[in-house]
């Protein structure tokens, strides 16, 4: 299926925004236009930070509050109070390294 966008000249909207620049008062030659709103990393940090809250409501909501700070606790090592330190560490790191690396790939997918 075609689109309406499809029938537009590739070069009409950065014409137009050129010429809206130079009325202006600027240099319309220096006009710039992002084109994609994905260019900027910290819209998609900003998407994944989203995506990975949106995992904690919904962890929380299927295990409960028990069984998702259970899982957050003891997920590796299991059940020993002593590795709870290093399991939550682990966790922190994850969630962390998980959320940089998705937003790294929807900046270089889009």
């Not at 709103?37 to 989203?50: I, K, Q, V």
């Amino acid at each position: 299926t075609q689109s309406t966008w499809d029938m537009l000249p590739v070069d009409l909207l950065p014409a137009l925004w050129a010429k809206i620049y130079g009325g202006m008062g600027h240099d319309p030659h220096h006009a710039y236009m992002r084109v994609v709103p994905t260019a900027d990393l910290s819209t998609t940090l900003g998407l994944s930070t989203s995506v990975l809250v949106m995992c904690f409501f919904y962890s929380i909501k299927i295990k409960g509050i028990g069984g998702w700070t259970h899982e957050l606790l003891a997920a590796p090592f299991g059940d020993k109070w002593f590795l709870y330190p290093v399991n939550f560490l682990m966790q922190l790191i994850e969630f962390a390294a998980k959320t940089v690396s998705h937003g790294m790939r929807l900046f270089g997918n889009m």
